[in-house]
């Protein structure tokens, strides 16, 4: 059982190094080309991103959307990317702690909702993904990013907070369509070289899943 505090304190511990990291950099950046590719984007969205962690999707795509609520759990996090808009004069990010595992969803709705490499650290993922396209306006997009199913070499044995060892992409879309969502399509969108916990050198997928609230 996975509870929210084992991943608030390893990633509040992680925030002031998160952007350091290539890799992290390298699927945010993999992550945000998929979602221009495969979404319509535009410059009147207001957007959520869940589990935004520093906001490296939220800033890649801040530019082409009118308002962005980066939430997260980890104040840390919200705090690094609060300084980077400061620094960046992205005054439409907006941050918000949220845990829709125990908080009640936020009243406004959103034209695109998107999450990048959160879903895995969340137990119950059918619940979120409901809370989520409930957060949807009709016509609104939904896209999640995060592993392909993996042995569990991605993370290893020993981190706390890993609730999921990637996904099948046929169950969650299995879950947006019974969630009513529409247009429910999925691509790769970036493949990772890692070497696992355990020194061997593996590929990992990630996927984008798209969906669409019904207009
Ligand atoms: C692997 S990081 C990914 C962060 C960011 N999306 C990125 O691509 O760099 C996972 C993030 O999910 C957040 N998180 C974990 N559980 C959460 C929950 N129940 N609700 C919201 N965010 C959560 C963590 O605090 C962390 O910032």
């Given at each position: 059982m996975i509870d929210t505090s084992a991943n608030l304190e390893r990633f509040n511990s992680l925030a002031?190094?998160?952007?350091?990291n290539p890799r992290r950099a390298g699927i945010a950046r993999a992550v945000a080309a998929a979602m221009v590719t495969a979404l319509p984007l535009a410059s009147g969205m207001r957007a959520l991103e869940y589990?935004?962690?520093?906001?490296l999707v939220s800033v890649l795509l801040a530019d082409r959307l009118a308002h962005v609520v980066a939430a997260d759990i980890a104040p840390n996090m919200l705090r690094v990317l609060e300084d980077k808009c400061r620094r960046s004069g992205l005054a439409h990010i907006e941050t918000r702690r949220l845990d829709l595992t125990t908080d009640p969803p936020p009243a406004e709705r959103f034209d695109l909702i998107f999450t990048s490499m959160?879903?895995?650290?969340?137990?119950?993922v059918a619940a979120v993904l409901e809370a989520l396209a409930g957060l949807l306006k009709p016509g609104g997009w939904l896209a999640l990013a995060d592993l392909d199913?993996?042995?569990?070499?991605?993370?290893?044995?020993?981190?706390?907070?890993?609730?999921?060892?990637?996904?099948e992409r046929p169950w969650l879309m299995d879950v947006l369509r019974k969630l009513g969502l529409a247009n429910v399509d999925a691509l790769t969108a970036d493949t990772v070289h890692k070497v696992g916990a355990d020194g061997t050198a593996r590929d990992y997928t990630i996927f984008l899943i798209t969906a669409q609230r019904a207009v």
């Open positions: 002031a190094d998160w952007d350091d589990g935004c962690g520093t906001g959160t879903l895995h650290h969340i137990e119950n199913s993996e042995d569990g070499s991605f993370h290893g044995p020993n981190i706390p907070g890993v609730a999921h060892h990637g996904f």
